[in-house]
């Protein structure tokens, strides 16, 4: 049962371009939307995280919008670089379940100079 | 710091051995939990920890123990391992009980069961 629906499975772009990543969620009850960022041969590292009362947060060229009403969340990578070419996942957290997160099933993103 | 620390990085087993996966951070976090991570799925809940003595279950536990005599380490345990159970496995810790609290994760452990 995949609660965080994340897509694509795979993403290649130019260099300079705009990188995007989807998820959808189902359960009205998540409080909290992180993504994590993870390179061959190492764990994630959390990115960028945005709280369900925010339609948009931004830290330098990473992007999160939100739109509670349709159970969606998207990353945006803005002047897309090599160095961002790993694998990126969505979650979400619930405060009832102990704070664990829920992934999606992430996306291997690759930036062709 | 050294963070969240995984031995071994690499094993391979053979069909009903046994072995401990170790797991040791050095933040004081409270919160430790193991994931495995299978192509195309994500990261899946083996077991969790909110304390020292205080464990549960995740979404994938069978064939998998755990226990947490300090708030330091959380090793987990591979019964009789089945091939089903290769996979690259992941420990992380937080502080927990927050929700802006971010997961630290080790850098892995690289399982095959022949």
């Known amino acids: 049962q995949q609660q965080v629906k994340q897509s694509p499975q795979s993403l290649i772009v130019q260099k300079g371009g705009i990188s995007i990543i989807n998820c959808a969620y189902e359960?009205?009850?998540?409080?909290?939307f992180p993504w994590y960022q993870q390179f061959p041969g190492k764990g994630p590292a959390l990115l960028i995280a945005i709280r369900p009362d925010v339609s948009e947060k931004k830290e330098g060229r990473f992007t999160i919008s939100f739109n509670k009403s349709a159970k969606q969340f998207s990353l945006h990578i803005m002047d897309s670089q090599p160095g961002d070419s790993a694998t990126y996942f969505c979650?979400?957290?619930?405060?009832?379940?102990?704070?664990?997160?829920?992934w999606g099933a992430g996306t291997k993103l690759i930036i062709k100079p | 710091n050294a963070g969240v620390t995984q031995t071994p990085k690499f094993q391979v087993l053979k069909t009903g051995q046994s072995m401990t996966l170790q797991c040791a951070q050095d933040m004081n976090h409270e919160y430790m939990s193991w994931y495995r991570q299978d192509p195309g799925m994500g990261l899946r809940l083996i077991h969790y920890?909110?304390?020292?003595?205080?464990?549960d279950q995740g979404e994938v536990p069978n064939g998998y123990n755990v226990s947490r005599s300090t708030t330091e380490d959380f090793p987990l345990r591979l019964l009789s391992a089945a091939p089903s159970q290769t996979s690259v496995y992941f420990c992380?810790?937080?502080?927990?009980?927050?929700?802006?609290?971010?997961?630290?994760f080790g850098d892995g452990t690289r399982l095959s069961i022949l």
């Open positions: 979650a979400a957290i619930r405060m009832d379940s102990n704070y664990q997160l829920i």
């Open positions: 920890s909110v304390g020292a003595g205080i464990t």
């Open positions: 992380a810790s937080s502080y927990g009980g927050h929700l802006d609290q971010p997961q630290h």
């Open positions: 359960n009205t009850a998540f409080d909290y």
